[in-house]
């Protein structure tokens, strides 16, 4: 089955503790994209990936990594995370440039 | 930069009821067109798409028509199901200068659909 996965699903940390949520999707897509998920707000992209070893900014970068070593994978890493950082995570792929997106069901962090 | 403006919610209808979310749209280029719908506990996924003028999108009862020349791209639907409550998003990928890829999305509206 094609689709885009991530872990864990719900995750509850405390402020400066290095985390990981890690995406990985079969469908063979050059594009991968993390948002975070706001309430009124909407979705925001923090980063995107347009092949290996290639990554860039989206809107709202600060306080995040990336990293796209293989193509099926593109983790989200919070060094040193803070409450701000509380919100719904996703992770997308897309085969191409200015297609439509396929989403991975989202990582809950809490950051107390 | 690219915009995406979409009727704020919650759009609360009775079963069979006619839907409009209303979707307007500023890009640079020459973008593509999207509706993503968002069931609760779960990701977007899309529900239809355009990717040129005059193009309509449809699937499962609902359309939406790219119409260049007022930039909307409202979503329709002629009789609502309760199984339809969701939030939708209204988004764009569009190519800007310089090749950055930052797709634009609504704030979603919330459909609410009462028996």
């Known amino acids: 089955e094609a689709q885009v996965t991530q872990n864990p699903r719900y995750l509850i940390t405390v402020t400066g503790k290095k985390l990981t949520v890690t995406c990985s999707q079969n469908?063979?897509?050059?594009?991968m994209s993390w948002y975070r998920q706001d309430p009124g707000l909407g979705l925001r992209q923090i980063y995107y990936s347009m092949n290996v070893e290639v990554t860039d900014k989206g809107d709202v970068p600060e306080g995040y990594k990336v990293s796209r070593k293989e193509k099926r994978n593109f983790p989200l890493i919070l060094e040193s995370p803070s409450p701000n950082q509380t919100s719904l995570y996703f992770c997308a792929s897309s085969p191409r440039l200015t297609y439509e997106q396929y989403f991975g069901p989202g990582t809950r962090l809490t950051v107390t | 930069g690219d915009s995406v403006t979409q009727m704020e919610g919650p759009v609360t209808l009775s079963e069979e009821a006619f839907l409009t979310i209303n979707c307007t749209y500023t890009a640079t280029g020459y973008p593509s067109l999207f509706w993503y719908v968002q069931y609760p506990g779960e990701g977007l996924q899309l529900l239809l798409k355009?990717?040129?003028?005059?193009d309509k999108g449809s699937n499962k009862g609902f359309e939406a028509t790219y119409r260049k020349e007022t930039t909307s791209f409202h979503l329709e639907k002629g009789s609502v199901q309760v199984s339809d409550s969701a939030v939708y998003f209204c988004a764009l990928s569009d190519r800007e200068s310089g090749g950055s890829y930052i797709p634009t999305f609504g704030r979603g509206t919330s459909l609410i659909v009462h028996p």
């Open positions: 469908m063979n897509h050059e594009y």
């Open positions: 355009a990717t040129k003028a005059d």
